[in-house]
């Protein structure tokens, strides 16, 4: 096989274009009629009251962090085993993140590490659905409660998973999610806040939009900073793209949960494979296929694939190891040695709903070639 099959790639259509085209060739190129449709049609299917469509998923993150009061001198308990954005914009508002080792099945945070972890500078707990499985709400949300914390979701790996029969979205204050293209759906860039409380809507829209609140009695052009904010604005013809992509959220979870099928089928009888689970009462989103490889040299499989024209990643690096969070707040190796043990193990096989057949039989060749050639 030739072209690389990435890990994750958008499924664009001529729908798509078209929608995106039709907002090109309007009045509108951003804070337009897209805009409210995007934001409406997303809470809609996450079961919300409000949503707050933004630039990114860290730009939500961000937004999320600030409109929760998270400042200098807080701390926030969270997952190592997370992309950077969710610490980083911790980091960003001069807040400690401070991690909580994950479940070795589950790869989620351990509810019981999060409890270990609170002090009296906490603030929050931010969970993140690590390759589309829903955390354990339930017990999290106790903590949360017991310990009157904010609990924010950070979910950009898991729209349209469900908890014990109830889609993402609802479970935290505040919930994220990302429309990079690997992500379920996409806008080329961008992200979403969802909530059920009304005060965060509205600090969220002002956060958006440069901090400007309106106050038409005293002119209709008046509005005052209160606090400064950002320009996190999405545009309309990415809302349309958005919009038309949301169409065929079934379809494409679907596809993802076959090609997941698929995998599970090819892999059961191979020991050195340790594959990611569905626990009991809850519906993964399969944002992506991490699979731990026991036993074999992880930098040869990599280079394997690669050489395979399979374009395998790593899903991550524990926050804890980069430079900046072993200086800035001393963590080391061995901190979090859970995260730390999945990492040396890691790799993630491609998973996107436009994989076709031959590629997919592609990537299950290529691990039992690997496997037989070093058993
Ligand atoms: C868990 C997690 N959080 C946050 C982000 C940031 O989202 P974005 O790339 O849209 O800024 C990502 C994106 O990859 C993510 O996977």
Request: charged content about 25%; aromatic content about 10%.
């Amino acid at each position: 096989m030739k072209k690389l099959i990435p890990y994750g790639h958008q499924a664009i259509d001529e729908k798509d274009i078209e929608e995106v085209v039709k907002v090109l060739k309007s009045d509108w190129l951003t804070q337009g009629p897209k805009l409210e449709q995007f934001e409406k049609a997303i809470a809609e299917y996450c079961g919300v009251k409000y949503a707050v469509a933004v630039s990114s998923g860290t730009a939500a993150l961000h937004s999320v962090y600030i409109a929760a009061g998270i400042k200098s001198g807080d701390e926030v308990v969270t997952t190592p085993l997370t992309f950077a954005a969710t610490a980083n914009m911790l980091v960003q508002c001069g807040a400690k993140p401070v991690f909580a080792d994950i479940k070795k099945d589950t790869l989620n945070i351990d509810p019981k590490e999060i409890e270990r972890r609170i002090t009296s500078k906490t603030k929050a707990i931010v969970t993140v659905d690590f390759a589309g499985l829903p955390c354990d709400y339930d017990e999290i949300s106790k903590i949360a409660k017991k310990h009157n914390l904010l609990l924010i979701e950070d979910a950009c790996h898991a729209l349209g998973s469900e908890y014990k029969g109830k889609k993402i979205g609802s479970f935290a204050d505040m919930t994220v999610l990302s429309f990079h293209p690997v992500k379920h759906i996409t806008t080329g860039e961008g992200g979403i806040i969802l909530t059920n409380n009304k005060d965060f809507y509205n600090k969220l829209k002002t956060i958006r939009n440069h901090g400007i609140v309106k106050k038409p009695e005293n002119g209709k052009w008046y509005y005052e900073i209160e606090e400064p904010g950002f320009n996190y604005r999405i545009t309309d013809f990415q809302c349309a793209l958005g919009l038309s992509q949301l169409k065929k959220i079934n379809s494409f979870l679907n596809r993802r949960r076959q090609i997941v099928s698929s995998y599970k089928k090819a892999f059961k009888d191979i020991r050195k494979i340790q594959l990611p689970i569905e626990s009991n009462g809850v519906k993964s989103a399969w944002h992506i296929y991490p699979v731990r490889f026991l036993g074999v040299d992880r930098k040869k499989m990599f280079d394997y694939f690669q050489a395979n024209s399979i374009g395998v990643q790593v899903h991550y690096m524990p926050l804890h190891l980069h430079p900046f969070y072993r200086k800035k707040f001393g963590y080391k190796r061995g901190s979090f040695p859970i995260a730390e043990k999945y990492y040396e193990r890691a790799i993630t096989l491609p998973l996107f709903p436009s994989m076709t057949k031959k590629e997919i039989k592609h990537v299950i060749e290529t691990v039992k070639r690997f496997q037989n050639k070093t058993t």
